[in-house]
């Protein structure tokens, strides 16, 4: 199994927070997990953890609208980058099976882990996690199980904790737009630096 020594606090909301910060990010390379056009005109990168109860809720309840708002109408492409978080023999095989997936199957699998994840969280089997995020990866549970000790699989989930350190987040889910950290990862909060990002 592989595991990552890493443990990030829970976000805490701050009201008086500036809707953007000025810490930068390590640019997205062909190696990053996206969905929408490669030269929409915002990109926001996402850090997030399948076992951070906070981010399955932003990928249940903000997600969708944001997809079919932003994404869909080509106005921003999303990159998630899988930042591991506590308990990580939870957080860790599902960052590696997301990893594992066919890549324009990732977000598909992520939505399957992120809504499955409160189950496992109070007391289901991570086996039974697994099923519905490898029936939606595009390989199979052999081809997924060969993928995910692999020290390329590793590798990759490595480069999005460093990339995390690099910039300074200690919380999931975290946003950056345009490379700058976006601080409220409401829709609206995330609408609002998104438009000030477009017209820059």
């Keep these: 199994m592989l595991i990552l020594a890493l443990a990030i606090a829970a976000p805490v909301a701050s009201a008086s927070a500036p809707a953007v910060a000025t810490e930068q990010v390590a640019p997205v390379t062909a190696a990053d997990r996206s969905i929408g056009r490669a030269d929409a005109p915002v990109t926001v990168i996402e850090y997030a953890s399948f076992a951070c109860h906070h981010c399955a809720d932003w990928h ?8 079919s708002r932003l994404i869909d109408t080509g106005q921003v492409r999303l990159v998630f980058r899988n930042l591991p978080t506590d308990p990580l023999q939870m957080s860790v095989p599902a960052a590696a099976l997301a990893r594992c997936a066919v890549p324009d199957r990732f977000f598909d699998v992520a939505a399957a882990l992120m809504h ?61 737009v345009n490379g700058r950290r976006a601080m409220d990862p409401s829709l609206g909060g995330l609408e609002v630096a998104i438009r000030a990002a477009a017209a820059r």
């Design 60 to 67: 249940q309840f903000v997600y969708p609208v944001f997809k």
């Design 116 to 176: 499955g994840q409160r189950a496992v969280l109070n007391g289901g089997t991570l086996d039974a996690w697994y099923v519905p995020a490898i029936a939606a990866s595009g390989r199979t549970r052999a081809q997924i199980d060969a993928c995910t000790t692999t020290p390329a699989t590793r590798a990759a989930i490595e480069r999005d904790i460093d990339s995390a350190r690099a910039s300074d987040v200690d919380q999931t889910p975290s946003f950056f």
